[in-house]
Each structure stands twice: as C-alpha cells, then as structure tokens.
C-alpha cells in the first residue's frame, strides 16, 4: 500500500528516459516542431535524390540512344579516363554507357520481378492472417519449405524449369521473395484481427473480405510500400547473380551480371576496369535502394526509426 | 565511517536537435553512517535513493556529474577511489536475482565476486563455502543457476555476494518487495547481522516499516534532497520533524491512511524554494524565497525553516 | 533420474527431427516434381540433347515409354518417389555418373572450402561485432558498421571478382582457377598446393557472412552491456574487458551460434557463384552445370542434398541450446 501511495505520487524522473518537455512553453514547442519538420524535410530529400538516381539509371538509355556502343578498334581497352569515365572494352565500347544500358535493363527486371513477388506476398500473408485455420497453416508450410532450400539453388531450379531467359529471371525472382513479406503482413494482420474495431465489425456480422477491405488495407498499405522497396536490392542483387552465372538473361541482352561475366574472360589480362566498374555502379544503386527504403519507413512509420 | 554533504549529482542530456539540458536528479543531499548501524534511506521513487548508490559505486552513467562531498573514513571519495574500493570495501546487494547472469553458475558468480575483492582463487572458494554454510545453503546450490533459485535462496546468495566480499559498508538496494512476508523478515535480519558485524549498512527502500524494523536511523529523501535524518525511534514516539516526513507516516494503512496530495516537482522545474513547498500545509513567503539547510533539530536533523525544538 | 530425463527428452528430439525432415524431403518431392512436370522442358529432348536430327520419332517414343512418360503424373510421382526411397536418384547426364556419386565427390571438395568460410566468418563476425559493440559509438564502432553494411549490399560475385583482381591478378599471391595447378593430376597435389588454391575462395566466401553475424553479435553485445547483471557486475569493480569475457561472451553465443547454423543456407548458394568466379570444381559448379546443360537428375539430386544440408544446419543448432543455456532442454520448452 505504502509502495503504492509512493509511486503513485511520484512524477517520472528516470534520467535515462527522454523529458516530455513542458507542453505550455510555447517557444520551446516551436522550436521542436520546426526541428521535426527540419528533420521531415531532410527525409523527403533523402527521398527524392535516390528516387532521382535511381530514376536516372533506369531512363538513361533512351537519352544516350546507341552512341558509344558501336566498335571503335582504335579507342579499345583503354583505362579509366576524362573521355571513358570507366574506360573502354575489347570492341573499344564505352564501358560507363554498357554498364548503364545494362543496369538500367537489370532494375527493370528487377523491378518488375520484386512488385510480381510482393503482390504474391501480400496476397498469401492477407489470406494467412484473414482467414486462419488451415489456409494459414498451409501457407505457413510453404514459407518455411521456401526457408529449407538455399535462395540460390532454389532460383536457378525454379529458373531452369520454366525454360531460363528474361521470363526465367523474372519468374524465379518473383517467385522466391515473397515469403519475408508475407510474414510481415500476417503478422500485421494478426495485430490488426485483435484490434477492438475490428472485433466489433466480426460482431456485426461483416464478412472476412469486407473487414479486410475496410480495416486492413489503409494499415498494411504503408508496410507493403516499405517492404517491396525493401524487396528491390534483394531482387536486384539475385536478378544479377542468374544472369552472371549464366542461367538468367540472354548474353545477347547485355544486363549487368551479362557485363560483369564476359570482364571474367579478360581478367587475366589485367583490365580490371571491366569488371570493378560495373560493379561500383551496381553496389550503388543497390545502397540507394537501402537508403530510399529506411528514409520512407522512418517518414510513413517514426516509431521504428528513432536511433 | 560515511558522510555525504551537499551531494548533487546533474545529467547533461541532448534533448532533439542536439541541444544541451541539465538535469538536477539529486540536490543538496546529506547523509552519514556509521560502522555497526543500518541506516535506512527513505523515499518515493525518483527521490535519488538508487542513484545515490551509483554514485557510491561510481557506477552513473556517462553523462552524470557530481557536485558536493563524499568522505568515507575521513577521505574524499573521488570516483577514482569509488572505482578502487567497489567490490571491495564498498559492496551493493542487488535488488533481485536479474542482476545475476542468467548463464552463470551461483556458485561461479559468488565466486567471481569473492575474488574481485582481492581473494586468491583458492581462498575465495572456501569463503563461498563458508558463506554458503552460514546461510543454509547447500553446496548443490553452487552448482545451479539463477533461475533454478526459490526466492528466499536467491536473497540469502545476493547476501551472500557482499559477505564474500568482507566489505565494511554494504549497501542493500530495495531487497524487500515483493518478497513473502517470511522472507522479508529473514532478509532484514540478515542485514542487521551485518551491521552487528561491525559493518555500516545502508538499506535502501520505501517500505518505511521494514525499515522500523531494523534501522536505527532513517534518512528521508524528497526530490532529490535529504529533508530529515531522524532516529528509527522518532517515528513511534511522533518525534518528526518535518512535515513530509510526518505526511509519509500519516499515510501508512495502520495510522491514518491519507495519502500526501500533489508530486514531487520534476528535476527540469525544481521550484526556487523548498522543494516540498508547493504541497506543504505550513508553506510561507520564506520557504518559496530561499532553499532551507539542513539543521540540527531535537538530535536529529531537518531541512525545514519551520520545523520546532 | 536426470540421465533418464535427459534420454527421453533426446528420444522426443530425435524422433520430431526425423519426422520433420521426412516431411520436408516429402514437400521438397512434390515441389521439385510438379516443378519439372509443368516446365516446358521436354526431358526426351534435353536427354537427347543435339543429337535429336540423328533420333526417329519412333525411338523417342521409346525412350519416353521407358522413363514413364506416357504414364497419369501421379503415378509418375509415386514411381519417382519410390526409387528415390531406394537411395537412386538416377545417373547424371553431363558427368555420366551416378548422381549419388557426383554429389558426394563434387560435396568433399566443396566441404573444405564451406568449412574454411563458415569459421573465418563466425570467428571474425564474431569478433568485430564484439568490438564495434562494446566500444559504441566510438570511430572504430562506426568504422565496422559501415564496413558491414556495405558488405550485405555487395554482389558476392563481384567481391568474389574484386578479390580474383587483387590476389591473382595483380599480386599474383593466388592461383587464378580450379582446385590444382594445371596439369597436376588430382592424385599428386600436395596439401599446400590445395590450401593455396582453396584459401581465396574460401575468404571470399566468408565475406558474405561476416556482415550479418557482426551486426547481430554487435546488437546483443550492446543489449547485454545495458542489462542489470552488468550493471551489478560493475559495481563488484568488473573491468569492461573481463564483464565481456565473464558475462557478455556466454550470453551473446547463443544467437551467434543460431545465426550461424542459419548462415549455411546462404552460405551454400554463395558457394555457388563463388565456385563460378574462381572455376572451383564443387557442388556449386556442378549445380550451375546442372541447370546450363539440362541435366535433370543431378539437379534435383542437390536441390534434395542442399536442404538435407540446411536441415542439418538447423538441428545443429537446436543441439548447441542446450550445452549454452542451462534453462532450454532438449525435446522440451524453456523451464522457466
């Protein structure tokens, strides 16, 4: 009793846990929220310049169109320089505008492959959640047998049984990344089936699809966002990996995995451009997708980004 | 053996936009004990009870920093000297059985302690069978881990951990609630073995009636500072000073039972004055002016301009 | 009454891992065949290969009779499960062996280079997270995060690559290709001549899984040093090296050692495109081989292989719990 009176008298003074400020002070209230919107600004920045980036990539060969594409004997294996930012190949090609054509072909493909994946994964992990019992058990089973198999092996199988090329990539990666997403999602719904508005629909006799549509959605799409932009790298990087071993996207479509597997052929002769290049340029969209992703979870969701 | 004057212990902390604040958490805080007595610290949470053993202990986070002065027997205690004589001649029994490794043997962890204070490796495991012995605790229960403990085993091994240690000032942090009333009772009685022992103990709590149970002297704290010291007989003979202190034993269920209206002020708005004045029935134009000292008042002490001889 | 105890609950364990894994297997059978059965790949065809101008319709309609084909797809199924069961999993077209076989030659020369990589990655995620976790913060902390998050955007074929350039190319402190000098019989190759061809590959490898286990050691480490154990164990005078030693390594080894069983999936398909930059004749190599030159079997032989491999990744796991934590007991829940 006397522990109760005590602590109940108590104001919080734990030093550890953030001050709730004092709410009256109008000047220091002001100067928060224009911090926060300082801070929301610098996200949507953040934003903006790696969707432009990225944007940049994917459109850049319709604006360099054919040019320094076409052999030239007298300019070939040149190293990196003012004229070839990332030098030039065995057929005198500019490497940065082979290493564009072909990133920017590997996002497309990528891109297509991972909203393919995240549509599956949204549908199963709804389904899941909504309807429970033996749907969710099933789908439960199929994640975990996706999980008993190595990602890669699992790609190249799923990508050599229907046939391999552009449709074999993009089938294979779409087909094994939903499952992360549809856990989420399920679990979300899960959350959301507990939450008391939606008990009270169930009790008023609305069915599943019309809770779902109605309760679940305007909650989930935010997650979703963030997990398919999430899903782009992972895609990106597999995309790349098929086409580099060779069982992806055909040699006469030069995508970026194609261009990092023929530099294999030319490595001992010491043009490393050929290979290192490229591969910058990959690693640097894959980090802008990284980055694009937590800088829109930490806009539509602060709670999970407060490092 | 200790005593504390005008303690204050002040965070820096980065509120958004990495702007600087302080926050005084503890403000003129006084208290002394001496070798063979308990003294209890009182007080509601956020009065600076725990943090006033971290300071001992030299354990405070990072961003804490220190004010007034520490003397244990006769010597300034600089947090170089705390971090010297912790676990050593200082020794804190922790709250409960999570301040004990999960993955680690009782036995190992006693161990550890025992040698942390200066023990060959040899010595130390006989002193954990020693002090095993002493409070009836198996040589099977060296071998267990913390969960497998009942409650009143994992008290006698938490006690256990200062005992190993010989340490001359031990310091019990909220070692009650909780508890079964049985064990409570043990557990205060093992900390009165201490101070007849020959060791000062300072028992940290706001269960004021354990406190009466064993304490000769209570510290009472509020909002970070030290409003009155007062004989554990005091209370029963209604020999108290200052008027939070009277409110607190009002409070109790077996007195009057009326809870002390209002809160302590936030350590970001301590009032210029008294801290307690803004929920004191004797409030005046000088306890808002001026911070009142601590005075000698009826043998004991109290930080009060009205309190009377 | 412990050691019974203990063998029952390791009789529960065993008896649930063996049921659990036949069920997968069982999964995996029906994925892999209905898989197969609806790809447009003419297995007639991709066993015949370029030889298809010199075969008679007639010929192929034997073939096709021979393998089955003719028959309803279920019963095609339980015909293939059946000789599965009895350990044949057919022969490989591109090796001319049996598939059993492949995969263990291909598998041994693949171990030693997954082994090398699995520790060097465990030791050093390990280690670096330790230290970028205790010293929080400070520059070496942000130096190893940035380090880490790097490495898990990275193309592992391009670090693969990036490595063959350094140490091959331009040092030339490695061999460029393959499992053995050119020209060296498998037989004559001497031990330092495979650890000198095994050790690149390996490293590249181990590359890849650095990144997560330091990141996750780094957090927990982190957790841990803010937990009241700690917190009590410095008020005992515990330096922060020896709360590490004592304290932070015991508790930060369980979920290092689960991730780590869990990296063998990622392990093995990095495998796969590792053994492809460097030309090392393993299961991946082979995997890859399978999938280019249509060799059906040998393909659903390590898709069968690889997630027997997982599996036991995982049940490795699950035996380690209880040998760290005291509170998890084998075939039981947490007693807590």
Known sequence: MIL????????????????????????????????????????????AIGSIFLLGIIVSPWFLG?????????????????????GTDWLGRDMLRRSLHGLSLSLRVGLLAASISAVIGTGLGLAAGTFGGWVDAVIIWIVDVFFSLPHLVLLILIAFAVGGGTQGVIIAVALTHWTSLARVIRAEVLQLSNADYVQLSRHLGKPSLWIARHHMVPHIVPQLLVGLILLFPHAILHEAALSFVGIGLSPHLPAIGIILAESMRHLSTGYWWLGVMPGVLLLISVKAFDWLGENVRSLLDPKTSQE | ?????????????????????????????????????????????????????????????????LSGTMRFKGEILTPERCRALRGKTIALIPQSIGYLDPLMTVGGQVQRVAQLAGRAKAEASASVSKTFARYNLSETVRDRYPF???????????VSTAVVTQAQLVIADEPTPGLHPDVVVETLNHLRELAVEGRGVILITHDIEAALQIADRVAVFYAGTTVEIAAAKDFLSGNLRHPYTQALWRSLPQNEFIPVPGNQPSPEQLPVGCLFSDRCDWVSETCTAERPQLRELRSGWVRCVHAKG | MRIKALLIGATIFAAQKLLRLGLLLIAVAVFTFVLLSLSPIDPVKAYIGAD???????????????????????????????????????????????VSQVIALRFQASLQMLAIAWFLSGLLGLGLGIIAGALQGRWIDRLIRLYAYTLASSPTFWVALLLLIVFAVSFKVAPICCAAPPGVLSGNVTFWQHLHHLLLPAVALSIIGIANITLHTRQKLIDVLHSDYVLFAQAQGESLWNIIRYHGFRNILLPAITLQFASLSELFG????????FAYPGLGEATVQAALRSDIPLLVGIVFFSALFVYTGNTLADLAYPLIDPRIQLGGQRSL
Not at chain 2, 21 to 49: F, N
């Open chain 3, 52 to 98: 298809m101008m010199q075969i008679s319709p007639e010929q192929q309609a034997l073939i096709a009779e021979r393998w089955g084909l003719d028959q309803p797809i279920w019963s095609r199924f339980l015909d293939w499960l059946g000789q599965l069961l009895q350990g044949n999993m057919g022969t490989s077209l591109v090796f001319n062996q049996p």
């Open chain 1, 4 to 47: 109760m009176t005590l602590i109940a008298n108590a104001p919080n003074r734990s030093p550890k846990g953030s001050p709730n400020g004092s709410p009256k002070s109008s000047p220091k209230s002001s100067l928060k929220a224009w911090r926060q919107n300082n801070r929301r600004q610098q996200t949507i920045t953040a934003i």
């Open chain 2, 148 to 158: 497998q403990l009942s409650g009143g085993m994992a008290r006698r091994v938490l």
């Open chain 2, 1 to 65: 053996m200790l005593s504390i004057s005008n303690l204050g212990v002040t965070f820096t902390q980065y509120d958004q936009g990495l702007r600087r604040k302080q926050l005084a958490v503890i403000t003129d805080l006084d208290l002394d004990v001496k070798a063979g007595e308990v003294v209890a610290v009182v007080g509601a949470s956020g009065s600076g009870k725990s943090l006033l053993a971290h300071a001992l202990l030299g354990i405070l986070p990072e961003n804490a920093a």
């Open chain 1, 66 to 86: 054919e040019s320094g594409l076409t052999t030239v004997l007298t300019d070939r294996n040149q190293p990196p320089s003012w004229a070839h930012l990332f």
């Open chain 3, 270 to 277: 990095g495998s796969v495109l590792v053994e492809q930059v």
